[in-house]
């Protein structure tokens, strides 16, 4: 069996030959019939029908109006880190709601997730011995791909609801019509989020000296909460031995954490009206988010989605299920990175623990035979839903078999895990079954709040924060 240490240096140094960490920098040929509208000239797939197109065009015209939400510098830095991810030097931990919703907007559940994502990290940072790169799937997770058009309901068919930057979820003919009001009240509700995980982020409330209050209060008495107190009392000994050595506990290091936010790049209107160009260096960047990712329905080759993303600077991503294949991956990867640039692309692979384990090594070979340089990603909730007694729900089991494959076969095929992508909530919730939190089915009723998919709550997200630290340190 091949360590993981020596896995990481060979492609350390297979990648060492690249320019590493520069910005993506599209040559003048790739952007040559690119602009931050040329996605018009293509098929965009899962756009909602506005009644009033006037409308529309008035909330996109705001919206460009406003500020950016992040700034390419950031994006630039994010990029650095995924380059990182990619070699197996750092790893990314990307998670929160399937969709963010404008009546679960406020400052508790926000802090709620970032408190969890830093007590997650710390347990893959401590266990694992990497860096982890902290990637909120937030402000700006609103819009949602549908498999159907309609939904019916008592001989009713109303469009389906698709986040609430769109529609609401409410089974009416009011709620459902696509308002584009929506796009500004999501532009700020975004605005806000940023503002406060900006403050969270520098404003001491992340300071690794904090890292023993960082347990939800709920969870103070659970398995899993007991272990994070376990490893935080270990992680305060390491900081008091380093203090004694002379660390500096005013340094940026021990005071602050970056903190990146990301969402499915799917609502070309609003993503067209948030796209700026950078000052410093000349390129477009999709101001909405750090990183953007092409959902799994969206990804076609000839498709707005992939022409938008292609010539945007930002990191990005790709959503992978076992539909997709290694001729397609390769020449996807060869349209979205070019350059072959580190850090700009993410493979995020959710396919279900038995067809990964077939599927996954072919794409992985297939895409380091062309020499391609991408961070890959386990996304192990969406090839794992499922309906019971009503609510669509994913089983702990199930999710933690895709981890468990995922690591299994970058270990077969000499390859390295780069992240992991979670549906997950800092609130205590019963939407997925199983795990230490004993989520039963007949629980699923009792707090099952999600807008759209459901979430791993904050035991079952820690719980496998735990697993995935004992596969890092293996
Ligand atoms: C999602 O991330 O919520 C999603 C819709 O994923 P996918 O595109 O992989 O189905
Ligand atoms: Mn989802």
């Not at 899962?46 to 390419?72: G, N």
């Not at 969709?99 to 970032?114: G, M, P, T, V």
């Not at 000994?237 to 936010?261: H, P």
């Not at 988010?289 to 993303?309: F, I, P, S």
Request: contains cysteine.
């Amino acid at each position: 069996r091949v360590s993981t240490r020596s896995r990481v240096t060979r492609v350390t140094q297979a990648v060492a030959d690249l320019q590493k960490a520069v910005p993506f920098l599209p040559t003048a040929d790739h952007l040559a019939k690119w602009s931050n509208t040329s996605w018009r000239n293509f098929t965009a797939l899962q756009q909602p029908e506005y009644p009033d197109q006037e409308e529309l065009e008035k909330a996109c015209a705001e919206i460009a109006s406003y500020p950016p939400l992040v700034f390419a510098g950031e994006c630039r830095t994010l990029q650095e880190r995924l380059a990182q991810a990619a070699t197996g030097e750092a790893f990314i931990l990307q998670g929160g709601d399937c969709a963010e919703a404008f009546s679960q907007f406020n400052a508790n559940r926000i802090r709620d997730l970032f408190r969890l994502i830093l007590q997650m990290s710390v347990v893959m940072m401590f266990g694992g011995g990497v860096p982890i790169v902290k990637l909120g799937r937030l402000a700006g997770q609103f819009a949602k791909p549908r498999s159907a058009n309609m939904e019916e309901k008592d001989g009713v068919s109303l469009p389906s609801y698709r986040g609430d930057i769109i529609n609401g979820p409410e089974f009416t003919a009011e709620a459902r019509t696509p308002a584009p009001w929506r796009l500004v009240k999501a532009y700020n509700q975004s605005a806000a989020t940023l503002n406060l995980l900006r403050g969270f982020s520098t404003g001491g409330y992340a300071g690794l000296d904090r890292v023993t209050k960082w347990n939800l209060d709920f969870m103070a008495n659970s398995e899993e909460g007991k272990a994070y107190t376990d490893l935080a009392r270990r992680v305060d000994e390491a900081i008091a031995f380093m203090q004694a050595c002379g660390l500096d506990m005013n340094s940026s290091v021990m005071k602050e954490t970056e903190f990146y936010v990301s969402h499915e790049c799917l609502l070309m209107g609003y993503e067209e009206a948030l796209t700026r160009e950078d000052s410093t260096s000349g390129l477009w960047y999709g101001c909405s988010g750090h990183m953007l990712w092409c959902g799994e329905r969206t990804r076609q080759l000839d498709n707005a989605h992939v022409e938008y993303l292609r010539g945007i600077g930002n990191p990005i991503g790709v959503k992978v299920s076992d539909k997709m294949d290694p001729g397609q991956l390769v020449a996807l990867i060869a349209t979205l990175n070019p350059e072959n640039t580190p850090g700009r692309l993410a493979v995020i692979v959710r396919m279900g623990a038995t067809k990964l384990r077939e599927k996954l090594p072919v794409l992985i070979e297939a895409v380091a035979a062309a020499g391609q340089v991408v961070a890959w990603v386990c996304d192990p909730v969406h090839g794992n839903t499922e309906e019971v007694k009503g609510y669509k729900t994913r089983r702990f089991e199930n999710v933690k078999a895709e981890v468990e494959a995922f690591f299994d076969v970058h270990e077969q095929c000499n390859s390295v895990p780069g992240g992991i992508h979670l549906e997950m909530t800092g609130d205590n919730v019963t939407e997925c079954i199983g795990g230490g939190a004993c989520v039963s089915e007949l629980d699923l009723s009792s707090r099952y709040h999600t807008h759209c998919d459901p979430r791993l709550n904050a035991e079952q997200a820690l719980e496998m924060a735990f697993y995935v630290a004992s596969r890092l340190r293996q």
